[in-house]
Nanobody, 122 residues
């Protein structure tokens, strides 16, 4: 199994930046893809970015227009989401999750973290 714990959320003004962390553990975690999702109040969950642990391959939802960057620190077993040029519409709970396949579909992710709140003020 895979355990994921998010951290790094908080309150930031528009135009600012945050870096979210996802600490990953479990015997087979390196076989998984780690994805970042977000859910804003009253809206559907949406995919943000993904990372294949083996090979360190990354992919993104195009709508974020290069503002967000996913990366990993292999020594710390941690996946990051760097968020720049934040706007109030980025306000949401951000989750990391693990999937056995490359996908942007949340239903394919077997394990989820608890989420971390990001609030962007205008």
């Amino acid at each position: 199994q895979v355990e994921l714990v998010e951290s790094g959320g908080g309150l930031v003004q528009a135009g600012g930046s945050l870096r979210l962390s996802c600490a990953v553990s479990g015997r087979t975690f390196s076989r998984y893809h780690i994805g970042w999702f977000r859910r804003a109040a009253g809206k559907a969950r949406e995919f943000v970015a993904g990372l294949k642990w083996s090979g360190n391959i990354t992919y993104y939802e195009d709508s974020f227009k290069g503002r967000f960057t996913i990366s990993r620190d292999d020594a710390k077993n941690t996946v990051y989401l760097q968020m720049n040029s934040l706007i109030p519409e980025d306000t949401a709970v951000y989750y990391c999750a693990a999937s056995p396949v490359a996908t942007m579909r949340g239903v394919n992710y077997d394990y989820w973290g608890q989420g971390t709140q990001v609030t962007v003020s205008s």
